[in-house]
């Protein structure tokens, strides 16, 4: 008997399904917010060299803050103060209009900068002074934060496969938020990375237990065939409550060491995750049969079915990956396009709090458009096909007005949600039970180390404005391609050991050699 015949016979789509589906959907508010707290925090505001050194004698004194402004401070092709520079001494004569500061002496900020606080109160720029030189600094902190992820994926995906997906579960959020509050009271900017660096290790056990954030193991292992994408669908439906969220709470709290604590805090709910069952086959393919037949007996009394009898073997199988590299690769450019965009949301020239809630808003539609595309098309095709347009829509950005970029974005963030949520489903389809929950934190260190490096490409449009887009869409129509060379799972059983999977790889073996023909 096959685990989804039991399903089948306690109903594979309950009031047990459901009420683990509604807990891991509250409990991703504070983890989705970590991952986006960098735009908010790491923002650099205007700002320009202190003038505090050349008011000696008081000699500004009877002039109002432009004319000090004029006489201290160089002015840049837009006509805002630079914000790097400063005159050696005041130039006085520049308050009349016919003065040219062309052969004017410039040098570095003496005395520290002056920041415009109209927006936010403080971030980790305005705290530690993270500009000029040191500019890098800011934006690394959201890199530094991944890495930990990264780590962290592979460290709670062999755990979990230890010690069970629950007890770590409930490890990852008591550390996370621990980590998370003490780097809200950092007193260095090393300390803040070292503590982002330890958030992110922790906080990323909650990813690899939900299956990178999207579709939970727990929800996807409890469930049957015909509603798996339903689960999926709904899972990753929480991931965008939380984008669109999060602004609001940003809005508000314009400190970035409140608004750390106000994201961190909401983890103290994690005492409703030791209710998330243990995964039943996890725990068959383990050979704790009496603690499966536990859970199973608990789902059918709740799903008001007659009692298990029979519990269904999992073979042994071994611990390795037999999912192609081909796949890796996807994973890889999904997260990387994905957080790419997400974290792009200053270069429009729009307000950055309704950009990001926009990016939030837009997920919705395409998330639900899963549902149909999976079985209209199958997993391949619509994974294939959402990266296809993210790379178009990222090419045509290069190419268009500044006003109808942000147009173009979107539509290519909804592509980039229709991809991310397809390729969680995809995954859990494509590891056996036993190694499913280490194939899938290997699975999160590779996106991780994608979102890692998305920040990084951000920054090459210091060299040119459009470069980070090129690179980004690059990926994306590569990607496109390596998708539509997977196997399709569409319909298939959840694989429990090696053998199962090998059926999924014949296909796949018997594509690329049709192809090679």
């Known amino acids: 008997m096959k ?17 683990v589906l509604c807990i891991n959907f509250f409990g991703r508010f504070s983890l989705a917010c970590h991952f986006l707290l960098g735009n908010f925090i790491a923002v650099i505001p205007s700002h320009h060299c202190s003038i505090s050194s050349l008011d000696v004698d008081e000699i500004f004194e009877n002039l109002t803050q432009e004319e000090r402004l004029t006489v201290s401070i160089p002015v840049q092709d837009d006509g ?5 520079h400063m ?7 520049l308050l009349s209009n016919f003065s040219s500061p062309s052969e004017v002496a410039v040098v570095q900020c003496q005395n520290g900068w002056e920041y415009d606080n109209s927006t936010f109160i403080s971030t980790l720029a305005t705290q530690w002074d993270l500009v000029c030189d040191k500019r890098a600094l800011s934006r690394l902190t959201t890199t530094i934060f991944f890495i930990g992820v990264m780590f962290g994926a592979a460290a709670f995906g062999s755990l979990s496969a230890m010690f069970g997906r629950k007890p770590m579960l409930l490890v990852s959020h008591m550390l996370g938020m621990g980590f998370g509050l003490c780097s809200a009271f950092s007193s260095s900017f090393i300390m803040f990375a070292v503590l982002r660096f330890f958030t992110g290790f922790t906080i990323t056990g909650m990813c690899v237990y939900v299956l990178l954030l999207i579709c939970s193991s727990s929800d996807v292992e409890w469930v049957s065939i015909k509603h798996r994408k339903l689960v999926g669908v709904i899972d990753s439906l929480s991931w965008t409550f939380a984008f669109m969220s999060f602004p609001l709470v940003a809005y508000f709290i314009r400190d970035w060491r409140w608004l750390t604590v106000a994201i961190s805090l909401p983890t103290v709910t994690a005492i409703i995750t030791w209710w998330v069952p243990e995964s039943a086959r996890w725990l068959i393919a383990n050979g704790r049969v009496d603690k499966a037949h536990y859970y199973l007996h608990k789902c059918a009394v709740m799903n008001r079915k007659k009692e298990v009898v029979v519990i269904p073997s999992v073979k042994g199988c071994s611990d390795k990956s037999h999912v192609s590299a081909g796949f890796f690769t996807a994973r890889f450019a999904v997260a990387t396009v994905a957080y790419g965009i997400s974290f792009n949301i200053s270069s429009f020239g729009l307000n950055r709090y309704l950009t990001q809630f926009v990016y939030g808003a837009i ?10 595309l999976l079985d209209k098309f199958g997993r391949r ?10 790379g178009i829509s990222l090419m045509i950005n290069i190419f268009i007005p500044k006003v109808a970029r942000t147009v173009i974005a979107v539509l290519g963030k909804g592509c980039s949600a229709t991809s991310f949520g397809t390729v969680i489903l995809y995954s859990s389809e494509l590891y056996p039970t036993v190694v499913r929950q280490n194939g ?15 920040p990084l490409i951000l920054l090459s449009d210091d060299v040119w404005n459009h470069f980070s887009q090129v690179i980004l869409s690059s990926l994306g129509l590569s990607a496109a391609f ?4 997977l196997p399709e799972t569409r319909g298939r059983c959840l694989p429990e050991t090696i053998e199962d999977v090998e059926g999924i790889r014949y296909g796949y073996v018997e594509k690329l050699s049709s192809l090679g023909n």
């Open 440 to 454: 899938m934190g290997y699975n999160s260190f590779v996106a991780r180390l994608g979102v890692s490096v998305a």
């Open 482 to 485: 390596v998708a539509y060379l």
């Open 80 to 84: 805002t103060p630079a914000s790097c």
């Open 363 to 372: 997920e919705i539609p395409a998330k639900l458009s899963i549902y149909y």
């Open 87 to 93: 005159f050696s001494y005041p130039q006085f004569h």
């Open 381 to 390: 095709i619509t994974q294939a096909g959402s990266l296809l347009f993210v």
């Open 3 to 19: 685990f989804e015949d039991l399903l089948s016979e306690i109903n594979g789509f309950g009031r047990f399904q459901k009420m």
